[in-house]
T-cell receptor
Framework: ELKVEQNPLFLSMQEGKNYTIYCNYS?????LYWYRQDPGKSLESLFV?????AVKQEGRLMASLDTKARLSTLHITAAVHDLSATYFC????????????FGTGTRLKVLA | NAGVTQTPKFRVLKTGQSMTLLCAQD?????MYWYRQDPGMGLRLIHY???????AKGEVPDGYNVSRLKKQNFLLGLESAAPSQTSVYFC???????????????FGSGTRLTVV
């Protein structure tokens, strides 16, 4: 059974600081997604990582995928308050299934 | 561009009552999904559909039924609501298997359901 773990679950950081959120998964997969959710809102797609070594960047966020280590990271550079949200990773299971598995989310709070 | 539309947005039910949540997408997506979101548990898949007329069970299907009579609509039914079904429900859709090739899933805005 595919399991997806994120850490930390909660993160409080000062503006201007850097930090990394980790997403570990338990079985082979070469596709991973990152989503953002603001309080009371829906999930918004951030990054789609489709191969080993994939790196995507958007503004102060950068995501990477290491399929051999079964690990994805979401790196935050010089955090700003607007990045406060919950971030989810989701892993596409092996072929033959039709749905992917979400991590429990990382709740990020950036303090001014 | 409506995307994925869920109705209703909020609902309060009494234990034992029934209701149907509607999900409609206008992107011609083949795949549709119903998730529930509970604090500390991420999103868990209830049921999903890989095309018109098809449905399948997800991770937590008990107490729910679904139907996909038209490609653009995916209905989630609660026949006899229980307090354990208090949650936020999200519908999602995608072009292909597991949302590949198009940026993953497109989510609706959610339905907040409380069962008292």
């Amino acid at each position: 059974e595919l399991k997806v773990e994120q850490n930390p679950l909660f993160l409080s950081m000062q503006e201007g600081k850097n930090y990394t959120i980790y997403c570990n998964y338990s079985t082979t997969s070469d596709r991973l997604y990152w989503y953002r959710q603001d309080p009371g809102k829906s999930l918004e797609s951030l990054f789609v990582l489709l191969s080993n070594g994939a790196v995507k960047q958007e503004g102060r966020l950068m995501a990477s995928l290491d399929t051999k280590a079964r690990l994805s990271t979401l790196h935050i550079t010089a955090a700003v308050h607007d990045l406060s949200a919950t971030y989810f990773c989701a892993v596409d299971p092996p072929s033959g299934t039709y749905k992917y598995i979400f991590g429990t989310g990382t709740r990020l709070k950036v303090l001014a | 561009n409506a995307g994925v539309t869920q109705t209703p947005k909020f609902r309060v039910l009494k234990t034992g009552q029934s209701m149907t949540l509607l999900c409609a997408q206008d992107m011609n997506h083949e795949y549709m999904y119903w998730y529930r979101q509970d604090p500390g548990m991420g999103l868990r898949l209830i049921h999903y559909s890989v095309g018109e007329g098809t449905t399948a069970k997800g991770e937590v299907p008990d107490g729910y039924n679904v139907s996909r009579l038209k490609k653009q609509n995916f209905l989630l039914g609660l026949e006899s609501a229980a307090p354990s079904q208090t949650s936020v429900y999200f519908c999602a859709s995608s072009y292909s298997r597991s949302g590949t090739g198009g940026g993953g899933y497109t989510f609706g805005s959610g339905t907040r359901l409380t069962v008292v």
